[in-house]
């Protein structure tokens, strides 16, 4: 097979997304749109990428990184001078085919565009143009045809009355042969409207030359999605998330309510898990079999080991262990990690913390910058008291410790093996090992205060 190099058009400056951030890096399913399109790329097997960006294309660059080929687009004078700018690096390139697809795509399947190479290729085409049809095809360019196939691709700001009524629309997708791209590229001129340098210009000249210019017609016409707006966006994530869900659920995970479960397109999902309403998944997620997670939980770069339970909770970036209890109203932050077997449970806080094997904090407390060892019990209203205003302080609790309720462990602070903490004491020295701590002050009655506290008021 003739090699394939992939140029990504991401310079418009997106004006309507009303952001100021590129439009190319906002995100559907947790990931960018170019991020989808790099990737539908390199499944469909094309290695050498090259990326036009524009406006803050900085900004675009520092998200994706160095294993790419990056030019410049500084005037923003249309899809062809775009194009135009990669000229140089395709002269690079002898040979072979140029794929180019707009970085605002981010719906189009890999095997899309292998088919579309495969059909290139077959008919020894100059040019393929990937089309759709669209019931309503307003704000896209048209493919007019004619006797002998594709005649031009118009702009509809350019069309007539009668070529708006056509339906084929150009999803801004080619396969080109590389040679004629080269020559087209010099050809191109802004005369149109818009005064814009139009790619749809190549197809044009190709067929003013006789060279043969092919349609590849989408089987599914919402993959034609670009984005262009917040609209266009909710739209594009609805259909992934929708595509996300079903595959989800066809590989063994049980999905109550798929209209109220958001799962991210990195995330995997072992068999036998039950997903209940509110459930959100995002980045780096990795969910083990037969879990219970919901309703209304959100886990984000986390793992989590089978046979747990999450309910009503927040995970950001933690890992927990098989066999796990979190929640209702836990909040597991960065750097936590659970053994097996852990709860953690109602309105408990942990942070850059380890707890380990059969260890609970069943409720109301806050565990931060911590190591607890195995069989721990943490009373209700525990706090340790990690922050000394300048730094932070570790706390360390061996096995089989029970610490009292309302604690405050004031780091840094080492608690021994089997150590005893008595309620309400605030500890701020070590505990030897088997040892009971009791840190509060004596409590002293007044006998007969109330009665004496009820004359005086009546007196005054």
């Excluded at 097979?1 to 004006?15: E, F, N, R, W």
């Excluded at 309403?277 to 990795?286: K, Q, R």
């Excluded at 079999?289 to 989590?304: A, L, M, W």
């Amino acid at each position: 097979m003739s090699p394939t190099v992939a140029v990504i058009l991401a310079a418009g400056l997106g004006t309507r997304m009303k952001s100021r951030k590129p439009k190319v890096l906002h995100e559907i399913a947790g990931v960018p749109l170019i991020e989808h399109v790099l990737a539908t790329v390199k499944q469909a097997g094309v290695e050498e990428v090259l990326i036009v960006l524009g406006h803050q294309g900085e900004k675009v660059e520092e998200v994706l990184g160095a294993g790419y080929r990056y030019v410049y687009q500084r005037e923003q004078l249309g899809t062809g001078h775009a194009l135009k700018q990669a000229l140089p690096l395709l002269r690079e390139y002898s040979g072979g085919n140029c794929l180019v697809l707009c970085g605002d795509t981010p719906l189009l399947k890999s095997k899309t565009l292998q088919e579309l190479i495969a059909r290139h290729l077959q008919t020894e085409a100059k040019a393929t143009v990937l089309t759709a049809m669209l019931a309503d095809p307003s704000g896209y360019g048209r493919v007019i045809k004619g006797s002998r196939g594709i005649q031009k691709i118009v702009e509809e700001k350019d069309a007539s009355v009668a070529e708006k009524e056509v339906k084929e629309i150009n999803t801004g997708a080619y396969c080109f042969d590389l040679d004629s791209v080269k020559a087209g590229l010099k050809k191109l001129t802004p005369a149109n409207v818009q005064g814009e340098y139009y790619l749809t210009d190549l197809i044009k000249f190709l067929v003013e030359q006789n060279e043969r210019v092919e349609t590849f017609v989408l089987e599914n016409s919402h993959e034609a999605l670009g984005v262009n707006n917040r609209v266009q966006l909710a739209q594009a994530e609805a259909y992934l998330r929708r595509e996300i869900i079903e595959a989800q659920m066809l590989q063994g995970v049980t999905i109550i309510d798929p209209e109220h479960t958001y799962i991210g397109r990195m995330v995997k999902i072992g068999q036998d898990t039950v997903l209940y309403p509110g459930v959100i998944l995002e980045g780096a997620t990795t969910i083990g079999e037969n879990c219970q997670i919901g309703p209304y939980t959100r886990i984000v770069d986390s793992f989590v080991g089978a046979d747990c339970t999450v309910n009503n909770s927040f995970l950001l970036a933690a890992k927990v262990g098989r066999g796990c209890l979190i929640g209702p109203y836990s909040y597991l932050r960065p750097g936590t990690k659970l053994a097996e077997n852990v709860k953690i449970g109602d309105f408990v806080e942990v942070k850059n913390s380890f707890v380990g094997k059969n260890s609970k904090i069943p409720h109301l407390s806050y565990v931060g910058d911590s190591l607890l060892g195995e069989e721990v019990n943490i009373g209700a209203g525990t706090i340790t008291c990690n922050y000394d205003g300048e730094k932070k302080n570790r706390t360390f609790i061996e096995d089989r410790v029970f610490v009292g309720s309302n604690t405050n462990l004031v780091a840094p602070i080492k608690v021994g093996r089997g150590a005893y903490i008595g309620a309400g004491s605030t500890v701020t020295k070590d505990i030897p090992a088997g040892s009971l701590a009791i840190a509060r002050g004596q409590q002293k009655n007044l006998a007969d205060w109330g009665r004496k506290r009820g004359k005086k008021k009546e007196e005054n």
